[in-house]
């Protein structure tokens, strides 16, 4: 696809870097009830790490009901064209290339969010993939203006339906253990989605439009604490989870 229109390596030395900074916003925030996946979880600056020339976003579960992670948000948004991202999800391992395990209380993820997090009019949401600590398996949807009837996922192909208003998902048994590419291409209608370059499926219906009430979405990555039967699974107190990017691109259509 040659040279992205956005791209980082992460090769910096720390959160602070003017280059980092330059490209991306640290999201500083606490919130109650955290995506509704049952703890109050607080975004932090100490969380966002550079190992080995990659981005590590670091996730602390120290009780039950409180977790602290990381986020960044691209400085600039993107709209229709080519994504793509090259990530561990969140595991034990203190180490890009360790051995650690995938554990139960957790999602981190790589998707499209709007800055306009009120849900109205040009709200952005395209999850790609969203991965919960207590599956082994990588979770799509997307939304639009908050979807009053509930998110869209990605039908046929390799995805696996939950039901209607419930994610679809890849079966990726080794989501956590070793780093894959996850892609997607958005166009007008149409969302395809890709793994290690192979095409996966495809979403049809509801697929959001970049500028609609004038919020396009940038690039986000998190990495989050849950204690939910439904949504990540029960919280894994005490123990340490690491989620690493080598790389995030876009290409512009």
């Not at 991306?24 to 979880?41: E, L, V």
């Not at 180490?95 to 952005?124: D, H, K």
């Not at 009053?148 to 989501?175: C, H, I, M, R, W």
């Not at 439009?209 to 940038?218: D, K, L, R």
Request: glycine share 14%; with cysteine.
């Amino acid at each position: 696809l040659g040279t992205p229109t956005f791209g980082d390596t992460f090769a910096y030395q720390t959160n602070q870097d003017a280059a980092f900074l330059a490209k991306w916003t640290p999201q500083i925030y606490s919130a109650s009830n955290y995506a509704g996946a049952g703890s109050n979880f607080a975004a932090t600056l100490a969380n966002i790490l550079f190992v080995n020339g990659m981005l590590c976003l670091v996730l602390n579960q120290p009780s039950v009901g409180a977790s602290n992670g990381a986020e960044i948000l691209s400085a600039k948004p993107q709209g229709y064209g080519t994504y793509e991202f090259c990530v561990r999800h969140g595991s034990t391992s203190p180490t890009p290339t360790g051995a650690g395990a995938q554990v139960s209380g957790g999602i981190s993820a790589t998707f499209l969010l709007s800055e306009n997090n009120g849900g109205g009019a040009g709200y952005v949401e395209i999850d790609a993939p969203e991965v919960e600590g207590c599956h082994a398996w990588a979770e799509y949807d997307n939304w639009f203006n908050s979807d009053s009837g509930g998110n869209t996922e990605p039908q046929g192909g390799k995805f696996v339906s939950q039901g209607a208003g419930s994610d679809s998902y890849l079966s990726v048994p080794d989501v956590a253990s070793v780093f894959h590419f996850y892609g997607f291409k958005w166009s007008a209608g149409r969302i395809d989605y890709y793994l290690d370059g192979v095409l996966q499926g495809s979403c049809t219906a509801n697929v959001p439009v970049p500028g609609a009430g004038g919020n396009t979405p940038g690039i986000d990555i998190n990495h989050y604490g849950c204690n939910s039967a439904s949504w990540g699974g029960a919280a894994t107190v005490g123990v340490k989870r690491y989620m690493y990017v080598k790389s995030a691109n876009f290409w512009a259509a």
